[in-house]
């Protein structure tokens, strides 16, 4: 690929080198737009979450409409403090192996959760991940189900209802706990509650109609976040309300569209699923599957916004003296792939997209179960990370082998191609038709080095896509300095790796930019040193292109995370011993100390000139 183009005699760029150059140019955009969009917001994000707490101010209750779930209400005062909110109210515990937190017995809701395996930063002292939280504490966020009265005015489970809990109860795998209430008119509602061993609450709602009149009433589920909800704003993982509904697919609904539309009904389903999805974390709903519904995303507003996910079930008829029930399940937990597939497989329909594989789904995941497979042999993710770049080159090999191939032919026949230009310099077409003919005569695809750096595309995304949104990867540690592969190296040089307390980050526009750590500086020089092994291109424009791209690179890799700059790094250096191994088969010498040396002269090291007639071979044999 190198050294196909070169300005002839009046110093216009032919066609392969312009397209070349466009090449690059399209490469590098590529680049600084994922860089800018996707790796920059999440870097801001991070910061602020370190210093914002999301507070509200207490709006009334927002009325239901009729036959809809009801609105996401508040307490009368929104306390300072969760723990002072959780202090309001009787609670009955939850503790398993995964899950601590609470009951609510006011309004019998799950609003107290946390998450005993994920803490909010790799230090193993800092605080676990707070899931659910009370409505009248900041940063409210809570699921539960309940009763809508079809007709007249039947007393039903409110928010405000006190429900009763067996003394001493506390909910764990395999001790479900009983709600009642009596709403003192004949009917007695109970709610049980159960968990199993991951974070799948069963939630069964019965009524018990002792009065002398039937009931009709619909059930219902609802998960509510209150506040304004913030996200990380990139373009390729979506955070906010989510649900698959029969054949209608999967929905991804932005807080944004949400907020314009104040409500989005869904067409009733058989099927599914809904809730509200973070990037690691999520609350999701599963009606009875098989039996019909309707979901809707709603978005109140009374001083405060507030985002609900909710669904309606079908109306039932209690007659007197009978009783009828309905089941739910409430996810609320880590979207972590094995649980996630593992209540896929039970039956709930298409519960793996609550993780956003995205549009290359057919290639992340499958990626993510190879680096999780040599995990699982290795110990360390970033050891299986190097272990499926040597698979990828395996499985790539054919190609890459036939392009380094080509590309050797190329530079043995880079004296003839000089040769050829100036022969034709004022006549493109023959100058176009020649090299043709000698490219068939050898048996030479022009194009054909581009295509490693073509299939790596793909890959590189997929595997960005596997460190970006599965939380196994999340403070996932490789060796030294890298705690967590998810994460961008935190070594910068503009820091002296850390011996400097100051954040390049704080720099505006450039600032992302500037966080070059040391594996990054390690992914520039393997790249420079690859592009060293080809001659300088005897094209100015493309010889400074060459020289500055690795620099390039670098910058705009430096916010990526650890883990694929260490893929790069790495896949590079498989790449150089490739391609050495090819040449030196080929008997092509390998230039890549002349190469280096030659860009610290003052000018390019020019190519051989163009041999006549009689010394063709031997210069050939030369090159």
């Known amino acids: ?137 900041p940063a409210g966020y809570f699921a539960d189900t309940g009763w809508i009265p079809a007709a007249g005015e039947v007393a039903v489970p409110t928010a405000d209802t006190e429900w009763k809990a067996p003394p001493g109860a506390q909910l764990s795998v395999g001790r479900p706990v009983t709600l009642t209430w009596d709403n003192g008119a004949g009917l007695v509602f109970t709610r049980t509650v159960a968990i199993d061993s991951e974070y799948m609450f069963t939630v069964t709602d019965a009524v018990e109609n002792r009065s002398g009149a039937p009931v009709s009433l619909t059930p219902y589920g609802r998960v509510v976040r209150l506040g304004e909800a913030h996200s990380s704003g990139f373009y390729i993982l979506h955070e906010g309300p989510i649900g698959v509904f029969g054949d209608e697919g999967l929905e991804e609904i932005g807080y944004k569209s949400v907020k314009e539309d104040r409500e989005i009904a869904m067409p009733e389903a058989n099927s599914g699923w809904l809730g509200i999805t973070d990037k690691y974390w999520a609350v999701a709903l599963v009606p009875e599957q098989g039996k019909p519904f309707t979901g809707r995303f709603a978005f109140f507003e009374n001083g405060a916004p507030r985002y609900q996910s909710d669904f309606r079930a079908g109306t039932m008829t209690v007659a007197p003296g009978g009783k009828a029930e309905t089941a739910a399940r409430v996810f609320a937990g880590a979207k972590q792939v094995s649980v996630v597939d593992g209540y896929d497989a039970q039956g709930i329909d298409r519960f793996e997209l609550l993780i956003d594989w995205g549009w290359f789904y057919f290639i992340t995941k499958p990626m993510f179960f190879l680096i999780d497979w040599f995990y699982r042999l290795l110990g360390n993710f970033g050891l299986a990370i190097l272990a499926v770049t040597v698979v990828v080159k395996l499985v790539f090999f054919p190609l890459a082998n036939r392009s380094y191939k080509s590309m050797s032919q190329m530079k043995k026949l880079q004296p003839q191609m000089m040769e050829i230009r100036e022969r034709f310099a004022d006549d493109k077409v023959k100058q176009q038709q020649a090299l043709m003919e000698m490219y068939k005569r050898e048996k030479i695809n022009p194009i054909a080095g581009c295509w490693p750096m073509l299939l790596q595309i793909p890959v590189f995304f997929a595997l960005y896509k596997v460190l970006f949104v599965t939380i196994e990867m999340r403070h996932a540690p490789f060796f030294g300095w890298i705690k967590d592969l998810s994460a961008p190296d935190p070594l910068s040089v503009f820091t002296l790796f850390g011996l400097i307390p100051w954040d390049p980050a704080s720099v505006p526009v450039i600032g992302h930019f500037l966080l070059i750590g040391i594996w990054p500086l390690i992914m520039g020089v393997t790249m420079w040193m690859q592009m060293r092994l080809n001659p300088t291109p005897p094209d100015p424009t493309q010889a400074l292109v060459f020289n500055w791209m690795p620099v390039i690179f670098t910058f705009m890799l430096a916010s990526f995370p650890a883990g694929l700059v260490i893929y790069w790094a790495w896949n590079n250096t498989l790449s150089i011993l490739q391609q050495v191994i090819i040449m030196k088969r080929q008997g092509v010498k390998v230039e890549l100390w002349d190469n280096i040396v030659s860009v610290f002269r003052r000018k390019p090291r020019k190519a051989e000139p163009a041999p006549d007639a009689k010394s063709g071979a031997k210069a050939d044999a030369k090159s």
Do not use: C
């Open 1 to 137: 690929m190198h050294g196909i183009a070169a300005r002839n005699r009046n110093g216009s760029m032919t066609d392969n080198n312009r397209n070349f150059i466009v090449a690059i140019v399209l490469s590098i955009i590529v680049l600084f737009g994922w860089q800018y969009f996707f790796a920059g917001p999440e870097l801001e994000r991070a910061r602020q979450q370190a210093v914002e707490q999301a507070a509200t101010q207490a709006p009334a209750p927002t009325p239901a409409a009729p036959g809809a779930p009801p609105g996401a209400e508040l307490a009368a005062g929104v306390l300072a403090t969760r723990e002072a909110a959780l202090a309001t109210s009787p609670r009955v515990p939850i503790d398993t192996p995964r899950v601590t937190g609470s009951i609510n017995l006011r309004g019998g809701r799950l609003d107290d959760l946390r998450l005993k395996d994920y803490r909010e930063t790799v230090d193993p002292g800092s605080p676990t991940i707070v899931l659910l939280s009370p409505s009248s504490g």
